[in-house]
């Protein structure tokens, strides 16, 4: 998982929040969003695949 991407952002997003002491806050945001679609993905890639392989793989 690719923590350090919103470290480039950080600066940007604290001055829109009027204080750098709410960067913790978006770090934490950025890793709850990461955590909570990845496994989302990742079944949705499954049912996907199935689906497109059942489709592609069926005789006519």
Known sequence: ???RDPVNAIPTI????HGFSR???VFS???LASAVTVPIY???SGIWTKTLLSL???KP
């Open 1 to 3: 998982m690719k923590n």
């Open 14 to 17: 604290a001055g829109e929040l």
């Open 23 to 25: 960067h913790a806050w």
């Open 29 to 31: 945001a950025y890793m």
């Open 42 to 44: 990742g079944k949705l």
């Open 56 to 58: 592609f793989m069926r």
